[in-house]
C-alpha cells in the first residue's frame, strides 16, 4: 500500500468535507449535476477510445495504491552477485538462479546472455519489451487523462445549463431559479473535485509509477549488458550507481573499500 496516497485522499477528503462543507455531504449531492459530469465524463471516453482501453480504467485504479515491489537498490545488489557469479564461474552458471528471479524482464534477459545470443540482439529484444511495456501504461494512463480533462469541461457545461435554466425559468418562479443555481455551482464543484482530488492526482501518480518502472527497467538492461559483456563487478556497480541518488550510493564494494 503506498502511503502518500492514501494519506493524500484522508488529507484531501478532510478539507474538502469536513472544513469545506461541515460533513453536510448531503446538501452538495445533486443527481442532475452528477449526471452531467460523470455521465459525460464517461461518454467522452466511450467516444474518444476504444471500449478495450475503456475497460482498462478499474484495472488500473489499483496501481495508484500500490507501492513498486522492486527496490533499486536490490535490484543493483543482485545484478553485481550475478556479475561476480559468472565472472567467476562463466555466464552459464547464471542458469542456475534463474528461477529465482521474480522479474520476467530480468530473467529473460539473462537466460537470452546465458543462451549465447548477440548482445546488439538483447538490447534490442529488451527495449522491444521496455517500449511494449511503456505503451500499455500510456494506453492505459490516456483513460485517466481524458477523465480528469472532462470533469472542468462538463462541469462548466453544466453551469451554463443552470444558468440557462434561471434565466429561462425569471425570478418570479422559486423553483427554477433555485434548480438552476444548484445546477449551476455543483457540477463546477463536481468537474473541479475530479481534477483536484479523485482522478487528477492519481493519473500524475501513474505517470511517475511508469518513470520509476521504466528507469528500473532500463537498470536491468544495461547491468544484463555488462554481465553479457563480462564487465568487472566493480565497474558492474559502478555504472549501475549512476541511476541512483548521491545519497543512495552508499553500498556495495566502494563502500566496503571506504
Known amino acids: ?13 478532510l478539507c474538502v468535507f469536513g472544513f469545506g462543507m461541515q460533513w453536510q455531504v448531503g446538501t452538495f449531492v445533486d443527481v442532475p449535476s452528477l449526471a452531467i459530469v460523470f455521465g459525460g465524463c464517461a461518454a467522452n471516453l466511450l467516444i474518444s477510445l476504444s471500449l478495450d482501453t475503456v475497460k482498462t480504467f478499474p484495472k488500473t485504479l489499483p496501481l ?10 536490490e535490484v543493483i545488489k543482485k545484478l553485481v552477485e550475478f556479475s561476480e557469479m559468472a565472472r567467476r564461474d562463466g555466464i552459464l552458471a547464471l542458469e542456475s538462479v534463474l528461477d529465482q528471479i521474480q522479474d520476467p524482464f530480468l530473467r529473460q534477459g539473462l537466460q537470452l546472455a546465458v543462451d549465447g545470443t ?3 540482439l538483447i538490447q534490442d529484444i529488451m527495449e522491444t519489451e521496455m517500449d511494449s511495456i511503456e505503451a500499455r501504461h500510456s494506453n492505459g494512463k490516456s483513460v485517466w487523462d481524458l ?35 444548484a445546477v ?16 487528477g492526482p492519481l493519473t500524475d501518480k501513474l505517470g511517475v509509477k511508469n518513470s520509476e518502472e521504466m528507469e528500473l527497467k532500463t537498470i536491468m538492461l544495461k547491468g544484463v549488458m555488462s554481465i553479457q559483456a563480462g564487465d568487472n563487478p566493480r565497474i558492474v556497480e559502478q555504472k549501475l550507481k549512476i541511476f541512483l541518488p548521491p545519497s543512495a550510493r552508499g553500498f556495495g564494494k566502494d563502500a566496503e573499500a571506504a
Open 1 to 13: 500500500m503506498d502511503i502518500g496516497t492514501l494519506a493524500g485522499f484522508v488529507i484531501g477528503g
Open 64 to 73: 495508484g495504491f500500490k507501492t513498486s515491489k522492486d527496490d533499486p537498490v
Open 118 to 120: 548477440d548482445p546488439e
Open 147 to 181: 477523465f480528469r480533462g472532462g470533469g472542468p469541461t462538463w462541469g462548466a457545461l453544466g453551469t451554463v445549463i443552470g444558468l440557462i435554466q434561471m434565466l429561462k425559468g425569471g425570478v418570479e418562479d422559486p423553483n427554477a431559479l433555485t434548480q438552476g443555481m
Open 184 to 199: 449551476a455551482l455543483i457540477t463546477t464543484f463536481y468537474g473541479s473535485l475530479i481534477a483536484s482530488l479523485l482522478i
